[in-house]
Protein backbone atom coordinates (compact mmCIF):
# COMPACT_ATOMS: atom_id res chain seq x y z
CA UNK A 1 0.00 0.00 0.00
CA UNK A 2 1.10 3.50 -0.64
CA UNK A 3 2.59 5.11 2.63
CA UNK A 4 3.06 2.12 4.21
CA UNK A 5 6.13 -0.90 4.78
CA UNK A 6 6.46 -3.99 3.60
CA UNK A 7 5.00 -6.37 5.84
CA UNK A 8 5.64 -10.43 6.65
CA UNK A 9 6.00 -12.60 9.20
CA UNK A 10 9.44 -12.91 10.32
CA UNK A 11 9.10 -10.33 12.64
CA UNK A 12 12.90 -11.01 14.17
CA UNK A 13 15.60 -13.23 14.30
CA UNK A 14 14.18 -14.01 18.30
CA UNK A 15 10.91 -14.93 16.62
CA UNK A 16 12.57 -17.95 14.26
CA UNK A 17 13.59 -19.89 17.46
CA UNK A 18 10.33 -21.96 18.61
CA UNK A 19 9.67 -21.78 22.19
CA UNK A 20 9.29 -24.77 24.18
CA UNK A 21 7.18 -24.77 27.10
CA UNK A 22 8.22 -27.71 28.83
CA UNK A 23 11.64 -25.89 28.97
CA UNK A 24 9.88 -22.98 30.89
CA UNK A 25 8.46 -25.00 33.80
CA UNK A 26 10.84 -25.40 36.19
CA UNK A 27 11.62 -21.71 36.80
CA UNK A 28 7.88 -20.45 36.06
CA UNK A 29 6.88 -23.16 39.44
CA UNK A 30 10.21 -21.54 41.82
CA UNK A 31 9.56 -17.95 40.90
CA UNK A 32 5.66 -17.58 41.14
CA UNK A 33 4.50 -16.85 44.74
CA UNK A 34 1.31 -18.68 46.37
CA UNK A 35 -1.12 -15.92 45.04
CA UNK A 36 0.41 -14.91 41.64
CA UNK A 37 -0.72 -15.00 38.15
CA UNK A 38 0.95 -16.78 35.02
CA UNK A 39 0.17 -14.93 31.25
CA UNK A 40 1.65 -15.80 28.14
CA UNK A 41 1.00 -14.10 24.77
CA UNK A 42 0.82 -17.12 22.21
CA UNK A 43 -0.51 -18.36 19.10
CA UNK A 44 -3.10 -20.55 18.17
CA UNK A 45 -0.33 -23.15 16.76
CA UNK A 46 1.44 -22.88 20.41
CA UNK A 47 -1.62 -23.27 22.54
CA UNK A 48 -1.50 -26.71 22.83
CA UNK A 49 1.53 -27.26 23.72
CA UNK A 50 1.54 -25.03 26.54
CA UNK A 51 -2.15 -26.98 27.72
CA UNK A 52 0.22 -30.21 27.72
CA UNK A 53 2.83 -29.18 29.54
CA UNK A 54 1.38 -26.61 31.95
CA UNK A 55 -2.26 -27.82 32.78
CA UNK A 56 -1.11 -30.91 35.21
CA UNK A 57 0.92 -28.84 37.41
CA UNK A 58 -1.33 -25.59 38.01
CA UNK A 59 -4.84 -26.05 39.62
CA UNK A 60 -6.31 -24.14 36.52
CA UNK A 61 -5.28 -23.28 33.13
CA UNK A 62 -7.58 -20.83 30.75
CA UNK A 63 -6.81 -18.63 28.31
CA UNK A 64 -7.64 -14.78 27.00
CA UNK A 65 -8.49 -13.57 23.54
CA UNK A 66 -6.53 -9.91 23.15
CA UNK A 67 -9.13 -8.47 19.93
CA UNK A 68 -6.68 -6.05 17.91
CA UNK A 69 -8.95 -3.87 16.69
CA UNK A 70 -6.98 -2.61 13.70
CA UNK A 71 -5.25 -5.58 12.00
CA UNK A 72 -3.38 -5.46 8.96
CA UNK A 73 -5.58 -5.33 6.51
CA UNK A 74 -6.41 -8.02 3.90
CA UNK A 75 -6.20 -5.91 0.41
CA UNK A 76 -7.14 -8.77 -1.25
CA UNK A 77 -10.23 -10.28 0.97
CA UNK A 78 -9.47 -14.29 0.81
CA UNK A 79 -9.41 -14.59 4.63
CA UNK A 80 -10.43 -14.09 8.04
CA UNK A 81 -7.53 -10.56 8.90
CA UNK A 82 -5.42 -11.99 12.10
CA UNK A 83 -6.90 -9.77 14.59
CA UNK A 84 -6.51 -12.14 17.51
CA UNK A 85 -3.55 -13.26 19.95
CA UNK A 86 -4.52 -15.84 22.88
CA UNK A 87 -3.13 -15.43 26.37
CA UNK A 88 -2.22 -18.50 28.52
CA UNK A 89 -3.12 -18.44 32.08
CA UNK A 90 -2.41 -20.20 34.82
CA UNK A 91 -2.86 -20.27 38.33
CA UNK A 92 -3.32 -22.40 41.78
CA UNK A 93 -5.79 -22.33 44.99
CA UNK A 94 -5.80 -18.86 46.75
CA UNK A 95 -4.50 -16.94 43.92
CA UNK A 96 -5.41 -12.94 43.42
CA UNK A 97 -8.72 -11.04 41.71
CA UNK A 98 -9.60 -7.49 41.68
CA UNK A 99 -12.61 -8.06 39.31
CA UNK A 100 -14.98 -5.34 40.10
CA UNK A 101 -17.95 -6.60 37.64
CA UNK A 102 -18.71 -9.35 35.49
CA UNK A 103 -17.91 -7.71 32.59
CA UNK A 104 -14.58 -7.51 33.45
CA UNK A 105 -14.50 -11.57 34.12
CA UNK A 106 -14.86 -12.36 30.42
CA UNK A 107 -11.68 -13.72 28.75
CA UNK A 108 -12.09 -10.92 25.88
CA UNK A 109 -10.47 -8.00 25.85
CA UNK A 110 -10.47 -5.56 23.01
CA UNK A 111 -7.81 -2.70 21.92
CA UNK A 112 -6.14 -1.59 19.29
CA UNK A 113 -2.69 -2.78 18.54
CA UNK A 114 0.70 -0.37 19.64
CA UNK A 115 0.70 2.91 17.34
CA UNK A 116 1.96 6.37 17.70
CA UNK A 117 2.85 8.18 19.73
CA UNK A 118 3.36 5.14 21.82
CA UNK A 119 4.86 2.53 19.60
CA UNK A 120 9.08 3.20 19.66
CA UNK A 121 10.02 3.34 15.97
CA UNK A 122 13.71 2.88 17.10
CA UNK A 123 14.25 0.56 18.08
CA UNK A 124 11.10 -0.73 16.47
CA UNK A 125 9.65 -3.88 18.61
CA UNK A 126 7.94 -6.01 16.09
CA UNK A 127 5.33 -6.96 18.94
CA UNK A 128 5.20 -4.22 21.25
CA UNK A 129 2.20 -4.36 23.31
CA UNK A 130 -0.15 -1.44 24.27
CA UNK A 131 0.01 -0.46 27.71
CA UNK A 132 -3.61 -0.34 28.14
CA UNK A 133 -3.82 -3.78 27.31
CA UNK A 134 -0.95 -5.12 30.01
CA UNK A 135 -2.34 -2.67 32.67
CA UNK A 136 -5.96 -4.47 32.37
CA UNK A 137 -3.90 -7.61 33.10
CA UNK A 138 -2.10 -6.23 36.06
CA UNK A 139 -4.45 -4.65 37.76
CA UNK A 140 -6.84 -7.87 38.01
CA UNK A 141 -3.99 -9.56 38.68
CA UNK A 142 -2.42 -7.94 41.86
CA UNK A 143 -2.02 -5.86 44.08
CA UNK A 144 -0.26 -2.28 44.43
CA UNK A 145 3.10 -2.93 46.02
CA UNK A 146 3.38 -6.60 43.90
CA UNK A 147 5.83 -7.51 41.66
CA UNK A 148 5.62 -8.09 37.88
CA UNK A 149 8.02 -9.87 36.77
CA UNK A 150 8.50 -10.05 32.45
CA UNK A 151 10.89 -12.38 31.04
CA UNK A 152 10.74 -11.46 27.73
CA UNK A 153 10.55 -7.47 28.35
CA UNK A 154 11.08 -6.25 24.86
CA UNK A 155 11.00 -2.55 25.17
CA UNK A 156 9.69 -2.39 28.84
CA UNK A 157 5.59 -2.09 28.07
CA UNK A 158 4.56 -4.76 31.35
CA UNK A 159 7.31 -2.11 33.00
CA UNK A 160 5.30 0.67 32.28
CA UNK A 161 1.70 -0.32 33.08
CA UNK A 162 3.91 -1.76 36.51
CA UNK A 163 5.15 2.16 37.22
CA UNK A 164 1.53 3.14 36.64
CA UNK A 165 -0.62 1.09 38.95
CA UNK A 166 2.02 1.42 41.64
CA UNK A 167 3.72 -2.19 40.88
CA UNK A 168 7.18 -3.43 41.70
CA UNK A 169 8.78 -4.85 38.07
CA UNK A 170 11.65 -6.84 37.25
CA UNK A 171 12.32 -7.25 33.08
CA UNK A 172 14.80 -9.52 31.37
CA UNK A 173 15.75 -9.21 28.24
CA UNK A 174 18.61 -10.51 26.41
CA UNK A 175 18.73 -8.16 23.22
CA UNK A 176 20.73 -4.87 24.10
CA UNK A 177 19.24 -2.54 21.78
CA UNK A 178 15.91 -3.08 23.17
CA UNK A 179 16.98 -3.12 26.76
CA UNK A 180 18.89 0.38 26.33
CA UNK A 181 15.32 1.75 24.70
CA UNK A 182 13.61 0.42 28.08
CA UNK A 183 15.95 1.94 30.15
CA UNK A 184 15.29 5.24 28.15
CA UNK A 185 11.57 4.63 28.26
CA UNK A 186 11.68 4.71 31.73
CA UNK A 187 13.25 7.69 32.41
CA UNK A 188 11.29 9.41 29.99
CA UNK A 189 7.76 7.93 31.53
CA UNK A 190 8.88 9.06 34.66
CA UNK A 191 9.26 12.62 34.67
CA UNK A 192 6.52 13.03 32.64
CA UNK A 193 4.72 10.96 35.63
CA UNK A 194 6.81 13.54 38.15
CA UNK A 195 5.65 17.08 35.44
CA UNK A 196 2.20 15.50 35.91
CA UNK A 197 2.01 15.24 39.76
CA UNK A 198 3.20 18.77 39.92
CA UNK A 199 1.17 20.11 37.90
CA UNK A 200 -1.84 18.38 40.37
Not at 167 to 188: P, S, V
Amino acid sequence: MPGRSALNNDLADWDKLEIEPKNLLDNFKRIIKPKGNIFIFTTYNQIGKWHEVFDPEFDTFQFMVWHKTNPTPKIYKNGFLNSCELIVCMWNKGHQWNFSNQKEMHNFIQTPICMQPERLSNPKHPAQKPVKLLEHIIKIASNEGDTILDPFMGVGSTGIASYNLNRNFIGIELEKEYFDATCKRFKNHECKMKEYAMSN
